[in-house]
């Protein structure tokens, strides 16, 4: 007796569609599809709306790699994004606004976090490079990248965010973090503290040093003696913020007052202050809002950074530069607002 085999399940698959296919439903030519596809101009409204309700209905998906092949400008229609740690919401939010920027446009965005890691900034930028991006955006992990060379090499417009490298002839958009940092720590001289501690990240980044640059301007401003302060530095994370606190509380004269000069940080300070009974008896005042901050009891007191505003104006400043129209390198500054909620408003106990 004979067997015969299973007959397999064959899934139909549907063809992938090609522009040939686009220019005959939309009842133009290739080219016109071509044109399309790559912006370019000169095609009627009409025409580009039948070619685009044709791709979508074919679900066409165009090769943009190759296509930058042949168009006259090279474009690939994509960005290259480098943010600081996707965990953080600043970096988040940045993110977002550069997406919703370059979505208006018809570009795409590829981003990468940097988790402060200067070879991870490296690595991230060359990868782009190989993407054939059209420009970048950046947050610098460190003072002299060894990359810039190449970037222009190639004329690729780059454009600084929250963090650039110390070197002139860039494109920067940052937080005013000096006068914020100083307004903050004005904000607790002003209630009656004269022992203030300052956490910040790493001293090497120029947030961080734009930010103790600021806070010993207010305490100079005000006559107060330096070695009033306390100065913890290169903390990395909430935890070691939160160890921080506990050493500084268990010492001789702590602090009455603490500025955390970075959002994570101060996640850190409220934990250690709820751990050690203090949150209603030490004043802080944070660098860069937190989610439900003013739901805390007492409410955080912040100085607030408009990242949507810092990744907005990158994105804008981009596009400038690629479309031709960016002039000399410009250092936009976002100003910083101080949002008194209660925790900076604490009196010295």
Do not use: C
């Not at 070879?119 to 782009?128: H, K």
């Not at 190989?130 to 060379?149: F, G, K, M, N, S």
């Not at 401003?221 to 913020?241: F, M, W």
């Not at 268990?250 to 602090?255: D, H, I, Q, R, Y």
């Amino acid at each position: 007796m004979t067997t015969k085999p299973p007959t397999e399940s064959r899934q139909y698959v549907r063809p992938r569609a090609t522009m040939k296919h686009v220019a005959s439903l939309a009842g133009v030519g290739i080219k016109t599809v071509s044109r399309v596809i790559n912006g370019e101009p000169n095609v009627a409204e009409a025409t580009a709306a039948k070619v685009w309700d044709a791709v979508r209905a074919l679900d066409y998906q165009p090769d943009l790699q190759a296509g930058s092949l042949r168009r006259a400008d090279g474009r690939t229609r994509t960005l290259g994004l480098l943010v600081g740690s996707v965990d953080n919401p600043f970096s988040g939010a940045i993110h977002r606004a550069v997406e919703d920027a370059a979505a208006d446009r018809g570009v795409s965005v590829f981003a990468s976090s940097l988790d402060d890691d200067p070879s991870r900034e490296g690595d991230a930028v060359r990868n782009f490079l190989q993407r054939r991006v059209d420009a970048l955006i950046l947050t610098a992990a460190r003072a002299t990248p060894d990359y810039l060379e190449q970037i222009r090499d190639r004329g690729i417009p780059v454009v600084y965010v929250d963090r650039e490298p110390l070197m002139g002839g860039l494109d920067t958009v940052a937080s005013d973090n000096r006068d914020g940092a100083r307004r903050a720590t004005q904000h607790l001289i002003d209630h009656g503290h004269r022992r203030i501690a300052l956490l910040v990240d790493r001293m090497d980044l120029i947030t961080a040093a734009q930010r103790h640059q600021g806070f010993f301007d207010a305490l100079g401003a005000a006559g107060i003696p330096t070695g009033d302060a306390s100065l913890v530095a290169e903390l990395h994370d909430a935890q070691q913020a939160r160890d921080a606190v506990h050493r500084l509380m268990a010492s001789g004269e702590p602090p009455t007052a603490i500025f955390s000069a970075q959002n994570l940080i101060t996640l850190g300070v409220l934990h250690a202050l709820r751990e050690l009974g203090l949150e209603h008896t030490t004043a802080l005042v944070g660098f860069d809002d937190l989610p439900l901050a003013d739901l805390m009891d007492p409410g955080v007191s912040v100085v607030a950074q408009d990242p949507q505003e810092i990744g907005r104006a990158a994105a804008e400043r981009v596009f400038a530069l690629l479309d031709g129209t960016g002039g000399e390198p410009r250092r936009i500054v976002v100003p910083t607002t101080l949002i008194a909620r209660g925790s900076g408003e604490l009196p010295p106990h």
